[in-house]
């Protein structure tokens, strides 16, 4: 059950065996008889991969004892929970720290992009994380979560940070704002994204990283005035 609307958390009723898996600190609430154990989550490799992606070092795992539980996970930001579910060959591709919980049986790995300008220009990073294996999966998406399904050649371009996810078929590059005028003034940066189907991409309406820099103007700032330090506001 997701419930919560733009501050949304996702409630699961796992089976007496079956497993949940997330990132540290992710759960909210839960059954007396869920039982968690912290582990590596697939070794080192993973962990290390873990890491660079944004999210935790090590994974939790949930799993009820004497019957079926209940657990609790919520968004870290405001925004929407999708649930994927994942088969073989249709894996999801979600931007850093957009995975939230999942199945055990899936893995949850680095996801590099092919192409260094994608990587540096196209707003994601050059690491973004993929979801593989058969189960269910719940993604973060930083504010209102708009899908498009692409067919085999079709293209949407997406500003910079405003792409949560994508289906594995899809392809990713960067092209250049055509004009000088319109890189230095336009407002929306030298470069763009460009998502090429077959597949489905999920669009959020909210990026954190621009809420972020829009809230820095109005944030506390520390100065000092020789006498101790005090606290001054942007704005």
Known sequence: EIEGNNLPVVICYPEEGQTLCTQSGAMSWMSPNIQMETNSGGGFKK?????????SIFMNEYTPQ????????????PGSIIPFEIT?????IVQKSGFLAMEKGLELSLYFQ????????????????KITGDGLAFVEIDGYC???????????IVDTGYLAAMSETCTMDIQTVKGVKNMFFGGEGFFHTRITGPGKVYI?????INTAERLIPYLPTPSNDGDGINISFGK
């Open 47 to 55: 962990m290390l991969g873990r890491l660079f992606s944004g999210d």
């Open 66 to 77: 004497g019957g079926s539980g209940m657990i609790a996970f919520a968004a870290s930001f």
């Open 88 to 92: 073989q060959g249709n894996g999801i």
């Open 114 to 129: 092919k192409s260094l300008g994608s990587g540096f220009f196209g707003g994601e990073g050059f690491i973004m994380q």
């Open 146 to 156: 708009k899908e498009y399904n692409l067919s085999v050649g079709e293209s949407i």
């Open 204 to 208: 959020q309406s909210m990026p954190i």
